[in-house]
Structures are given as structure tokens and as C-alpha cells.
């Protein structure tokens, strides 16, 4: 999905194909703006695999630029990461009720392979493995990722709409739901030509098509529980 195509067809709705009212640069805010909330609504919509470093002991911090921790594959060893034990997720509270004093290495050793892992969406940018690790672990994980900003991307005129011409990080199928955000906070501006009646079917169509996805997505995943 490009920048440029969704400018030009927001652009085409607003009735401002020269982008005079509504600038070229305003609108590419607004599409990094989409993409922000469509991830933290759906994180699966930028997800990845990605290897992470473990430090030492059981908590460990996502990087700066995860937004979420979707699940951890396995384990991986040696240069190319062919092999590794899988890796099973668990809860903090059946880890506690089994092994209090499982953050404590004196009675659980920390060690460079991961059996089980915890995840607390109430700490979105941590989680804790089991058994602690000893600094040298890595892991293949399944993770949300933020795709670089399209304002970082583009590299020339930024009032030509080829410059924009950059991925904008998510996949293709959630362009009519960028394009409907877009044109909430468009015709929210504080402008004549702005339309807040507009704005708000537009963010409905945008609420409304992000819930089902979501739905459509827990209902046909191969990996919902039975």
C-alpha cells in the first residue's frame, strides 16, 4: 500500500486534486496517524518474526519499536537459528502457584534456553521467561511491529505527489480503512471546505470495518482454539 495512491484518493474526495487546502504533508500525517491506531486496535495488522536477545533473569523488555508481543516460537542456536526447543506460553499466576520462588536463581537456575514464557497486556512492553535466562539466550518471536514513518521515507519535494510514492507498512487490505481515517481528520479541520458531518461517517466506516476485521480474523484464524 502507497502513500501516493491513498493521498490521491482522498484527494479526489475532498475536491482538492491540487492538494491546496489540504497540503501533501498534512495528509501523510494523518496516514502515519492511521497506521498507529490500526496497529494498537490490531496488532496482527504489522506483525513479524523477529529474533530477540535476552538479557539476564526473567523479565525482559521489547524494543522501542514493538508494540506488542504476540507469542514466542522457539528457541534458536547456533549461527542460523536451524534448531531450538520450542517455546510454550503460560501464566504468571500457574508459574507463581508451582514455583514462588521462580524469579529467584538459587532456586530456579537461570539458563540459555527458554521453556515457557509470560505475557500481561497490562505491560504491553514487557514479559517474562521461565526459566530466567543466563544472558546468552536468543528466541524467534512473533511480534507487532511500528513500520517507519512515511515522512521519513520520502525524499524530495514534499509538494510533489511522487515523493510519497513510499510503503506505508501495513498490508493492502486495510487501505479503505486508512483512507476513511484519513478523511475523518481531514474534513474535521477547522475549514470552510471541511465537513464535520462527513467526518464522523467517516470515522464510523473506519471503527466499523477495523471491528471486522477483528472478528473475521478471530473467527477464521487456523490457530483459534476449538
Known amino acids: 500500500m502507497k502513500a501516493k495512491d491513498i493521498m ?7 475536491l482538492d486534486s491540487d492538494h491546496v487546502r ?8 494523518h496516514i502515519e496517524d492511521a497506521v498507529k491506531v490500526i496497529i494498537v486496535a490490531k496488532p496482527s495488522a504489522a506483525s513479524t518474526l523477529m529474533e530477540l536477545t535476552l538479557v539476564k533473569g526473567t523479565k525482559q523488555a521489547l524494543p522501542d519499536n514493538i508494540v506488542q508481543l504476540l507469542d514466542i516460537v522457539r528457541n534458536l542456536e547456533g549461527t542460523n537459528g536451524a534448531a531450538g526447543r520450542i517455546v510454550r506460553s503460560t501464566s504468571r499466576a500457574e508459574l507463581d502457584a508451582n514455583a514462588p520462588r521462580w524469579h529467584d536463581p538459587s ?7 527458554v521453556r515457557q514464557f509470560v505475557f500481561d497486556e497490562l505491560l504491553p512492553k514487557n514479559y517474562f521467561v521461565f526459566p530466567g535466562n543466563d544472558g546468552t539466550g536468543r528466541v524467534e518471536a512473533a511480534v507487532s511491529k511500528l513500520p517507519p514513518l512515511i515522512t521519513d521515507l520520502q525524499n524530495g ?30 474534513n474535521g479541520k477547522e475549514d470552510t471546505a471541511a465537513d464535520p458531518a462527513k467526518a464522523v461517517q467517516h470515522f464510523q466506516a473506519f471503527a466499523t470495518a477495523l ?11 487456523p490457530g483459534r482454539r476449538k
Do not use: K
Not at 490521491?8 to 475532498?14: K, P
Not at 489540504?22 to 500525517?29: F, Q
Not at 510533489?160 to 481528520?185: F, K, S
Open 211 to 221: 471491528g471486522i476485521q477483528s472478528q473475521v480474523e478471530s473467527s477464521t484464524s
Open 8 to 14: 490521491l484518493r482522498v484527494s479526489v474526495d475532498l
Open 22 to 29: 489540504w497540503p501533501l504533508e498534512e495528509l501523510a500525517r
Open 157 to 186: 519535494n514534499v509538494t510533489d505527489i511522487d515523493t510519497w510514492d513510499v510503503e506505508v507498512g501495513i498490508p493492502d487490505q486495510y487501505q479503505p480503512v486508512v483512507q476513511d481515517y484519513v478523511l475523518y481528520r481531514a
Open 107 to 113: 532456586y530456579v537456575p537461570f539458563r540459555r534456553e
